[in-house]
């Protein structure tokens, strides 16, 4: 069974500061970390059993968490890089991803994390499935491979449900699904020493056409949620204004 | 045929005209005040509305909502997998759907769509994705022919019902494929690394304000309404209606939910510290002295359990 997972590294939440009333992001400590439900998603992969690789686009802070699972436990490390993908959009990284998966070849089922923090990534695995015309299972808490056939937990709400797709598929991993093993300190050691324990593609081995390379989303910038006022008290009739409140989450 | 068929067939320019006017999937009764939203910005546009459901009693309603025309289909994102959207709306918890159909269309996706508005020039899609669990949000313009989004419908408001609409039912002969994935149906199960509260998004937490048993049972019952974790500060502990586990405060666990709902909690810096995180926080006490008001975006100065009584039949 070849599982290949995809990983993603966002800023440490901790290192990160939001100031409404200045309208900016502070970040006040540069710190990556594994998306946290990517972390999930590998520690799903890694107890199918099997190979276990791991994908993931972008620069050093990706390059890091790869190393992180291989030392967790995965087989082999793949980390596509190019200046050329610094604009990179949902639709072009599932362009990216599924030609890499067809380079890796014979993998029969891909995982990653249901949740981004810090993008509009959780597109990316329906996406994926559909680019490669597999089966899709999201918010996915538990994976068993039976033959050819995954069985996974979904969450609906908050209750629970087991669906049941044949392989190939993707399927997304929710945040705080199962707890993710710490990596192994001897493996550490020599992944970490291992100058090539992670493989560095660039665009030119993906073969990828230019409309395939165009992206159709443009960031134009940030915006922020008013700014809170605090000690406000409600007037009037204050159980239909919390009511009101309540509705809405 | 999908848009690098069409692209060949008679180039890019014309390939992007047939994408026109605005689709709403609206498959359950949770989804329809999509289409208030469809509507303002069709009546910006100029276009029309279509929407498209499962069931065929809705058509009327879905009319009366803003739609002009409606097509009956099983599956909604295989539908519009066949059709030229130009805009396309679906609720925020089929992100799946909307992303498998997207990227059939080439298209982007906003999801978690906040502030929605058109480039009445370029025709871009313009909208707002939250990041960091709602600290920041992200603006993106879409630019593709076909533009996708999911909204949370909770966030929008009841949409304006006018029976004299018209609009039309427009019979389709599509026939929605096997879905890949097979339903074995529900199953009881609790997640290995459940952390109710430091993860949960809603908490109604309780202090000794809350005076009695009874107000706790209230408390309760307004956290199983709300789908939301329950948890109470020390005098909650001290006082035997919470554990340790849900103890909040620095001497117990810190939170970050959305929205915390404190019920007769007064305050106590250990407490406050522990939920300097929360993004919105109602805080419901008797005395208007006490420091849990100095903290809240909403207080309520009342006896707790005559607020929750209220509360609770408002909500039903």
Same mark, same amino acid.
């Given at each position: 069974?070849?599982?290949?997972?995809?990983?993603?590294?966002?800023?440490?939440?901790? *290192?990160?500061?939001?100031?409404?009333?200045?309208?900016?992001?502070?970040?006040?400590?540069?710190?990556?970390?594994?998306?946290?439900?990517?972390?999930?998603?590998?520690?799903?992969?890694?107890?199918? *059993?099997?190979?276990?690789?791991?994908?993931?686009?972008?620069?050093?802070?990706?390059?890091?968490?790869? $190393?992180?699972a291989r030392a967790m436990g995965a087989a082999r490390a793949i980390q596509v890089t190019d200046e050329a993908l610094k604009d990179a959009d949902a639709l072009v990284l599932t362009h990216v991803f599924k030609r890499a998966i067809e380079r890796v070849g014979g993998i029969e089922l891909v995982v990653l994390g249901a949740e981004v923090l810090d993008s509009d990534g959780a597109q990316i695995g329906p996406r994926l499935a559909e680019a490669l015309d597999w089966a899709f299972i999201g918010n996915a808490h538990e994976l068993k491979v039976n033959h050819n056939t995954l069985t996974a937990i979904v969450a609906r709400g908050r209750a629970f449900a087991r669906v049941e797709a044949d392989l190939p598929a993707v399927a997304a991993v929710a945040p705080d699904s199962?707890?993710?093993?710490?990596?192994?300190? *001897?493996?550490?050691?020599?992944?970490?020493?291992?100058?090539?324990?992670?493989?560095?593609?660039?665009?030119?081995?993906?073969?990828?056409?230019?409309?395939?390379?165009?992206?159709?989303?443009?960031?134009?910038?940030?915006?922020?949620?008013?700014?809170?006022?605090?000690?406000? $008290?409600?007037? *009037?009739?204050?159980?239909?204004?919390?009511?009101?409140?309540? $509705?809405?989450? | 045929?999908?848009? &690098?068929?069409?692209?060949?067939?008679?180039?890019?320019?014309?390939?992007?005209?047939?994408?026109?006017?605005?689709?709403?999937?609206?498959?359950?009764?949770?989804?329809?005040?999509?289409?208030?939203?469809?509507?303002?910005?069709?009546?910006?546009?100029?276009?029309?509305?279509?929407?498209?459901?499962?069931?065929?009693?809705?058509? &009327?309603?879905? !009319?009366?909502?803003?739609?002009?025309?409606?097509?009956?289909?099983?599956?909604?994102?295989?539908?519009?997998?066949?059709?030229?959207?130009? #805009?396309?709306? #679906?609720?925020?918890?089929?992100?799946?759907?909307?992303?498998?159909?997207?990227?059939?269309?080439?298209?982007?996706?906003?999801?978690?769509?906040?502030?929605?508005?058109?480039?009445?020039?370029?025709?871009?899609?313009?909208?707002?994705?939250?990041?960091?669990?709602?600290?920041?949000?992200?603006? #993106?313009?879409?630019?593709?022919?076909?533009?996708?989004?999911? !909204? &949370?419908?909770?966030?929008? =408001?009841?949409?304006?019902?006018?029976?004299?609409?018209?609009?039309?039912?427009?019979?389709?002969?599509?026939?929605?494929?096997?879905?890949?994935?097979?339903?074995?149906?529900?199953?009881?199960?609790?997640?290995?690394?459940?952390? =109710?509260?430091?993860?949960?998004?809603? !908490?109604?937490?309780?202090?000794?304000?809350?005076?009695?048993?009874?107000?706790?049972?209230?408390?309760?019952?307004?956290?199983?309404?709300?789908?939301?974790? #329950?948890?109470?500060?020390?005098?909650?502990?001290?006082?035997?209606?919470?554990?340790?586990?849900?103890?909040?405060?620095?001497?117990?666990?810190?939170?970050?939910?959305?929205?915390?709902?404190?019920?007769?909690?007064?305050?106590?810096?250990?407490?406050?510290?522990?939920?300097?995180?929360?993004?919105? !926080?109602?805080?419901?006490?008797?005395?208007?002295?006490?420091?849990?008001?100095?903290?809240?975006?909403?207080?309520?100065?009342?006896?707790?359990?005559?607020?929750?009584?209220?509360?609770?039949?408002?909500?039903?």
């Amino acid at each position: 069974m070849n599982t290949l997972v995809i990983l993603r590294a966002i800023q440490d939440p901790a *290192g990160l500061s939001v100031n409404r009333r200045a309208q900016k992001v502070f970040i006040n400590r540069e710190q990556y970390i594994f998306n946290p439900s990517d972390r999930n998603a590998l520690e799903a992969a890694l107890r199918l *059993g099997g190979e276990v690789t791991v994908l993931g686009v972008g620069g050093a802070p990706v390059a890091q968490v790869l $190393r992180d699972a291989r030392a967790m436990g995965a087989a082999r490390a793949i980390q596509v890089t190019d200046e050329a993908l610094k604009d990179a959009d949902a639709l072009v990284l599932t362009h990216v991803f599924k030609r890499a998966i067809e380079r890796v070849g014979g993998i029969e089922l891909v995982v990653l994390g249901a949740e981004v923090l810090d993008s509009d990534g959780a597109q990316i695995g329906p996406r994926l499935a559909e680019a490669l015309d597999w089966a899709f299972i999201g918010n996915a808490h538990e994976l068993k491979v039976n033959h050819n056939t995954l069985t996974a937990i979904v969450a609906r709400g908050r209750a629970f449900a087991r669906v049941e797709a044949d392989l190939p598929a993707v399927a997304a991993v929710a945040p705080d699904s199962n707890k993710p093993r710490y990596a192994h300190a *001897g493996r550490v050691i020599s992944i970490f020493s291992d100058a090539n324990a992670v493989e560095v593609w660039c665009l030119a081995d993906l073969d990828l056409s230019e409309s395939e390379l165009q992206p159709v989303t443009e960031l134009r910038g940030e915006s922020f949620p008013p700014e809170r006022e605090l000690g406000k $008290r409600l007037e *009037g009739d204050v159980v239909a204004q919390l009511a009101e409140t309540l $509705r809405r989450i | 045929m999908d848009m &690098d068929a069409l692209s060949a067939l008679m180039g890019e320019d014309l390939a992007a005209a047939i994408y026109a006017d605005i689709w709403v999937s609206a498959p359950d009764p949770a989804d329809l005040p999509l289409l208030g939203e469809a509507r303002r910005l069709a009546d910006s546009l100029g276009c029309y509305v279509h929407a498209v459901i499962t069931d065929e009693t809705q058509a &009327d309603r879905v !009319i009366a909502l803003g739609a002009d025309k409606v097509h009956v289909a099983g599956r909604p994102d295989e539908f519009l997998m066949t059709q030229y959207p130009e #805009f396309c709306f #679906f609720a925020v918890n089929k992100l799946h759907q909307a992303a498998r159909a997207a990227q059939r269309h080439k298209a982007g996706l906003i999801s978690d769509a906040r502030n929605l508005r058109v480039d009445e020039v370029s025709r871009a899609l313009l909208g707002s994705h939250p990041v960091y669990g709602g600290e920041y949000l992200l603006d #993106f313009a879409l630019t593709s022919p076909a533009k996708f989004a999911t !909204i &949370d419908p909770r966030t929008l =408001p009841e949409p304006y019902a006018d029976p004299n609409r018209s609009g039309e039912v427009v019979p389709n002969n599509f026939v929605a494929p096997e879905p890949r994935v097979r339903d074995l149906g529900p199953v009881d199960y609790t997640p290995q690394a459940w952390r =109710p509260l430091t993860k949960a998004k809603v !908490i109604v937490s309780v202090g000794r304000g809350i005076r009695d048993a009874e107000g706790v049972a209230l408390a309760k019952r307004l956290a199983e309404r709300l789908g939301a974790e #329950f948890g109470g500060d020390r005098s909650a502990r001290d006082s035997g209606w919470v554990d340790e586990e849900h103890e909040i405060g620095l001497t117990g666990v810190e939170v970050a939910p959305k929205v915390y709902v404190a019920v007769g909690v007064r305050g106590d810096t250990v407490h406050n510290a522990a939920i300097a995180r929360a993004q919105h !926080i109602i805080a419901i006490y008797p005395n208007p002295e006490a420091p849990i008001f100095a903290v809240a975006d909403q207080v309520v100065v009342g006896e707790p359990k005559e607020v929750l009584t209220k509360l609770l039949a408002m909500l039903g």
